[in-house]
Structures are given as structure tokens and as C-alpha cells.
């Protein structure tokens, strides 16, 4: 089949690999878009050391399921990207996204989607309901990732302030005002900035303006590493910091600011896909509107390049019609 293959220094190459051997209880999906993300950028800036076929935001067909999820078989699915062993005492637990043996789509230990074909647990997999268009439903899995900052603190009535308006600071914008928190914005980009405005939540493009120590809580999705230090000087004493970013390079941090002001500081990563597709089918997020291009699977090195590039938001890579 073909895959993107990420190699040695952030080498990008389209080439024919051999289909691994499924898992217990695996599904087999041909993959029919898969999406850019800003972790696929750091993977290839060095995060997590990963080689491989990246990817991890995706929507495609079940062409072989294990016993049991026959039903399975024809429709259109999305999928949670961490697959836990399902025996340990954290998956006993009920955080099965934090299992230690765990491997993670296009990430940690497993073949991702920007590839023909993938395997995941059949248990992973979320059907597509038929009013949810393919190029919306491809947003379940950062869209999930926004909600789950639903799960980690009670935000409604709360003001918040979002950092970063990219590809996931805008959608943890949204989901926070749905949610019923008092939103604000900053990021670098008026193009990022302006259909959030026009959704009713109140943006800045400049940190300057915003008074030091004002927010009760801060979701920092800037994607960069000096993120978390700007967050500590905007967050109120005894205020919150959720953590979205992750980022190849590392920088030193003083967190005797952590300490004095009693900051919670909470990461935050994936997130539950069963709201995500609800909101997505009833429309209540139309995020397709941020594609703002499209390759086929054998452009894919331009397609990162094109991801890469400032203020751009969603890539798509068309891989099976």
C-alpha cells in the first residue's frame, strides 16, 4: 500500500510499504481523508522521536472487522487513537488513554493514517452518522480533544482566555463558549482571528493588551514553548493553566511563579469522541470551513510544507475516494 513514511531528520517520503499484521480484535479501515495536525508538524521537528507512518486525524471505511463488529463492516468510521491493553490496573482503572503499553496512532508504537490502509481495535472505532459529512467528521478527534478540556474544570460562567487561535486553539474557543464560559482569544494571525470574532468571542492579537494577572483560567494552545511562561504572567492567583501544547524543543522554566501564586496546572490531551460527533452532527461546529487546502497522498511532503506555513490552518490529504 502507500503511506506517507517519516524517516531519520524529518525526512518526508511517499512510498510502498507492506500492510503490518492485524492485532487482536483489529479492524481493518481504508482510510479515505486524513488531516494535519500541529503534533504531525512537531513529529517531524523530532516529538517523541517518531519514524513511521504519521497521522492521526482521520475518516474512512471499514473493510475487514473481527468477530463481533461485523456491523462494522461498509460504514464510515473515525477512531480513538490510543490503543490500551485493556488488562493493566490503568486501563482497570478507566484511563485507558493513559495505559503504559499502550500505542498511539501515527505516534507512539503504531502505523498512523496517512497511509491506504490502517488497523486499529474495533473497540476504537466510532461510526460516522450519515448526516455528517466526511470532510466535517474528520474534525471528531481535535474537536474530541477540545472537550476533553470540558471533563478536566468546569468552565461555565468562567472567564477564560484561550492562547494560540490555530488548529486546535480555535476549536477549544469554540467548545468553551458552548460550553458557557466568557471566551477571549489571543493569537497572531487576523485570518485565525477574525471568524472567531465573527462567532461572537472576543480576540486580541496582541498579549500586551491583556492586564497581567487577570484570568481566573488559561487554556495555553500556542504551540510554542515559551506558551506556559507567558500563560504563568496572565493567570490570577489561585487561577488554573490547562496545557494543550506539545512541542519538540524543550526551554527552562522558573516555576516559582507555579508555587507563590498557587497556579493549578493541568495537561490536557485526548478527549472523548462521543460529544465531539454530536456537536459536529447537529451542527453546532462547522469547522470544514478552516480547510484551506487539499493534496493527494503522493504531495504529502508539500502538503506538510504548506501546513507549516504561518497562520494556515487545516491540510487535508485526499487518499482514497
Not at 493513559?98 to 496517512?114: E, N
Not at 493567570?235 to 501564586?261: F, H, M, W, Y
Amino acid at each position: 500500500m502507500r503511506a506517507v513514511v517519516l524517516g531519520e531528520g524529518g525526512q518526508l517520503a511517499v512510498r510502498e510499504v507492506s500492510l503490518e499484521d492485524a492485532g487482536p480484535g483489529e479492524a481493518l479501515v481504508r482510510v479515505l481523508v486524513a488531516g494535519i495536525c500541529s503534533t504531525d508538524l512537531e513529529l517531524r521537528r523530532g516529538y517523541m522521536g517518531f519514524q513511521g507512518v504519521p497521522g492521526h486525524e482521520f475518516v474512512g471505511r471499514v473493510e475487514r472487522a473481527p468477530a463481533g463488529h461485523e456491523t462494522l463492516l461498509g460504514k464510515r468510521v473515525v477512531g480513538e487513537i490510543n490503543a490500551a491493553c485493556g488488562q493493566c490496573e490503568t486501563c482497570a482503572r478507566g484511563l485507558p488513554r493513559h495505559c503504559p503499553r499502550r500505542t498511539v496512532l501515527g505516534i507512539l508504537g503504531r502505523s498512523g493514517a496517512m497511509a491506504e490502509l490502517l488497523w486499529l481495535p474495533a473497540g476504537n472505532l466510532r461510526e460516522v452518522p450519515d448526516v455528517l459529512a466526511t470532510d466535517r467528521a474528520l474534525f471528531t478527534e481535535p474537536v474530541a480533544a477540545a472537550y476533553e478540556v470540558l471533563e478536566q474544570v468546569a468552565v461555565r460562567g468562567k472567564r477564560v482566555l484561550v492562547m494560540g487561535a490555530g488548529k486546535l486553539g480555535g476549536l477549544v474557543a469554540q467548545v468553551l463558549a458552548l460550553a458557557g464560559a466568557s471566551v477571549t482569544v489571543v493569537g497572531r494571525h487576523e485570518r485565525l482571528l477574525v471568524p472567531l470574532a465573527e462567532a461572537g468571542i472576543s480576540v486580541t492579537a496582541s498579549v500586551e493588551s491583556l492586564p497581567p494577572r487577570s484570568f481566573p483560567m488559561i487554556v495555553e494552545a500556542t504551540g510554542q514553548p515559551e506558551g506556559f511562561e507567558r500563560a504563568l504572567g496572565l493567570v490570577e492567583p489561585r487561577g488554573t493553566i490547562v496545557l494543550k501544547s506539545t512541542c519538540a524543543s524543550a526551554r527552562p522554566l522558573n516555576l516559582a511563579p507555579v508555587v507563590i501564586d498557587e497556579v493549578t496546572v493541568i495537561g490536557s490531551r485526548c478527549g472523548p469522541f462521543e460529544p465531539s460527533l454530536a456537536a459536529l452532527a447537529a451542527g453546532r461546529l462547522s469547522p470544514e470551513s478552516t480547510i484551506d487546502a487539499r493534496f493527494e497522498l503522493d504531495d504529502a511532503s508539500s502538503a506538510f510544507d504548506e501546513a507549516s506555513r504561518p497562520g494556515i490552518r487545516k491540510v487535508v490529504l485526499d487518499i482514497s475516494s
